[in-house]
């Protein structure tokens, strides 16, 4: 049996979207996730998406490439806005609302430009967020732990990939993070500007990640002297992190790049 994929992205952080209704019964959805998120021999991407509802109101659950579990992704439910923006026409000004296993996220549509439309999400407040000293790899190390609606360890200072494919690694899998945690290196260049690198809870090294852009301004604002209002650089590129009264706010585009069906065949369980 065949299923339809949507597959698009935010600053390269990319997800497959799949309409809840055609999921097939008894199908292994780990297995699914996996299969169709390799980069090889599937489609690609960093984590599949399934959801429900239509237009301004829906409802979604993301599982990672290695077919685990993920409360939110910042970039995920822009790119399932902005595919819901794309097939209802949408204009600046609407908004869409989407619903994960970490709250209601509002997300108002700013602009459309060359396909890409530009969301300000609502991300709520962060939780938990706390200085934290972890030995990791024969070291202690000053992280900032936090929940952005998913668990992030920040470390603020030097970002490099040799610290990346190190550090970030080892703290994404520590002990003191059962269930694993979303890892950002960040250094805050400029009171306004915050450079990070991330390694993915269940996907390893990501261009891209909207609730670690979060983490990461968080930190940085808490503990490394920047404003309120801050632009976060990755590898993919530049969002904007605003913490306020009223909670986080997290802006960025996303696009939608392709349609297709998926017919290598559906995992079920066994």
Request: proline share 4%.
């Amino acid at each position: 049996m065949a299923v339809t994929l949507v597959k698009a992205h935010a600053f390269g952080n990319d997800f497959l979207l799949l309409e809840e209704g055609t999921f097939p019964s008894g199908a292994d959805r780990a297995a699914l996730a996996r299969a169709v998120c390799d980069r090889h021999r599937g489609i690609g991407g960093d984590g599949l998406i399934t959801y429900e509802g239509t237009g301004d109101a829906v409802r979604m659950s993301l599982l990672n490439a290695d077919g685990s579990y993920s409360e939110v992704s910042g970039n995920g439910v822009r790119c399932l806005a902005a595919w819901m923006a794309s097939q209802h026409a949408m204009q600046p000004g609407a908004s869409v609302h989407i619903t994960t296993d970490a709250g209601v996220k509002r997300l108002e549509l700013l602009d459309i430009s060359s396909g890409r439309y530009t969301f300000r999400a609502h991300m709520g407040e962060p939780e938990q967020v706390a200085q934290e000293r972890i030995d990791v790899m024969g070291t202690t190390v000053d992280a900032v732990t936090l929940r952005v609606g998913n668990p992030q360890c920040v470390v603020l200072g030097e970002v490099s990939q040799q610290r990346l494919h190190t550090l970030a690694a080892a703290l994404a899998v520590h002990p003191r993070f059962p269930a694993g945690t979303n890892v950002e290196l960040a250094a805050v260049e400029a009171p306004d500007r915050v450079r990070i690198l991330i390694w993915e809870r269940g996907v390893g090294p990501t261009e891209a990640s909207g609730t670690g852009a979060c983490a990461a301004a968080v930190a940085a604002m808490t503990y490394g002297g920047a404003d309120r209002d801050v632009t976060v650089e990755s590898p993919g590129g530049t969002q904007r992190v605003e913490w306020g009264h009223d909670g986080l706010f997290l802006t960025g585009w996303a696009e939608v790049t392709a349609r297709c069906e998926w017919r290598r065949g559906i995992p079920s369980h066994a």
